[in-house]
């Protein structure tokens, strides 16, 4: 199984990311391109860079329809092995989203701390995001503030009006103001890993060409996820009493988190 190696784990220690040595084998690739385009032409009504949430079936009309396969490459020992790299070897997973900017109107995703909006705690999670098409600075790739998870410290946020906005807070913080920007280009079947307090967010796709990628997020099984927890609103719904949870790896060290909750049977 593919590991981290220590100086990428050192990378992910102090700036709050890294791009593994590592591509997603070819089929595998080539299945999340065939999901991608399943799931876009069944989600056609709702924008294809807010679909949460992909990996489950449909249980009310409000909701996205999943599709198996982001499922399975979530759960794909490998990349689960790469994550433990970072996260050890207990280890959930709690959440699938697509991010897929169209090319001409891609929209924004504002800087922003993932766990504003999350109701783990202890808050640690590790975020995958995969790349099924080219990711550049053109067609709006990730980009995040490296050193900002350090200290895990929550920035100002505020709340967007803006309607071309993926997500509805962004980071506001005179800490900030002149934070050092790195851009994660990635070939597609390439992955990046980054921590719950790296800011991070993209800028809109009028490239001409499309920027389609999923996020897996995991969290080390030490860590609840708080259904009673009410969390600010942050652009789209999530049932957090609903959600599943998959064990991805070893056990539920905390053996507070509910892992038959939200499956559909």
Same mark, same amino acid.
């Not at 999340?32 to 876009?40: F, S, V, Y």
């Not at 993209?202 to 860590?223: E, H, I, K, L, W």
């Given at each position: 199984m593919p590991k981290l190696s220590k100086s990428e784990i050192e990378t992910y220690q102090n700036k709050g990311y890294v791009i593994p040595d590592y591509t997603v084998p070819e089929n595998i690739l080539r299945s999340l391109k065939e999901a991608l385009e399943e799931t876009l032409n069944i989600n056609s009504?709702?924008?294809?860079?807010q679909l949460a949430s992909i990996h489950t079936e449909k249980s009310s009309a409000n909701d996205t329809v999943g599709h198996s396969t982001f499922l399975e490459t979530a759960l794909n020992p490998e990349l689960v =092995?790469?994550?433990s790299s970072v996260l050890g070897d207990n280890i959930i997973m709690w959440g699938v989203q697509l991010f897929c900017k169209p090319g001409v109107d891609g929209m924004e995703v504002p800087m922003h701390q993932d766990g504003q909006y999350w109701p783990i705690r202890p808050l640690k999670t590790c975020t995958m995001w995969l790349a099924i098409d080219?990711?550049?600075?053109?067609?709006?790739?990730l980009q995040v503030v490296p050193?900002?998870?350090?200290?895990s410290i929550h920035y100002?946020?505020?709340k967007e009006t803006r309607d071309n906005l993926v997500l509805n807070q962004s980071v506001k913080d005179p800490r900030l103001d002149r934070a050092e920007i790195d851009y994660i280009e990635l070939k597609a079947g390439q992955l990046s890993l980054? =921590?719950?307090?790296?800011?991070h967010g993209s800028q809109p796709n009028t490239s001409g060409r499309r920027r389609a990628g999923f996020t897996v997020r995991y969290m080390p099984s030490t860590s609840v996820l708080r259904?009673?927890?009410k969390i600010p609103f942050a652009g789209y719904p999530v049932n957090w009493k609903e959600k599943p949870l998959w064990l991805?790896?070893?056990r539920d060290v905390s053996g507070r988190n509910d892992l038959t909750r939200g499956h559909i049977k």
């Amino acid at each position: 199984m593919p590991k981290l190696s220590k100086s990428e784990i050192e990378t992910y220690q102090n700036k709050g990311y890294v791009i593994p040595d590592y591509t997603v084998p070819e089929n595998i690739l080539r299945s999340l391109k065939e999901a991608l385009e399943e799931t876009l032409n069944i989600n056609s009504n709702i924008r294809p860079e807010q679909l949460a949430s992909i990996h489950t079936e449909k249980s009310s009309a409000n909701d996205t329809v999943g599709h198996s396969t982001f499922l399975e490459t979530a759960l794909n020992p490998e990349l689960v =092995d790469l994550v433990s790299s970072v996260l050890g070897d207990n280890i959930i997973m709690w959440g699938v989203q697509l991010f897929c900017k169209p090319g001409v109107d891609g929209m924004e995703v504002p800087m922003h701390q993932d766990g504003q909006y999350w109701p783990i705690r202890p808050l640690k999670t590790c975020t995958m995001w995969l790349a099924i098409d080219e990711a550049d600075r053109d067609n709006g790739c990730l980009q995040v503030v490296p050193g900002s998870h350090l200290g895990s410290i929550h920035y100002d946020h505020q709340k967007e009006t803006r309607d071309n906005l993926v997500l509805n807070q962004s980071v506001k913080d005179p800490r900030l103001d002149r934070a050092e920007i790195d851009y994660i280009e990635l070939k597609a079947g390439q992955l990046s890993l980054h =921590d719950v307090f790296l800011v991070h967010g993209s800028q809109p796709n009028t490239s001409g060409r499309r920027r389609a990628g999923f996020t897996v997020r995991y969290m080390p099984s030490t860590s609840v996820l708080r259904r009673d927890i009410k969390i600010p609103f942050a652009g789209y719904p999530v049932n957090w009493k609903e959600k599943p949870l998959w064990l991805a790896k070893g056990r539920d060290v905390s053996g507070r988190n509910d892992l038959t909750r939200g499956h559909i049977k």
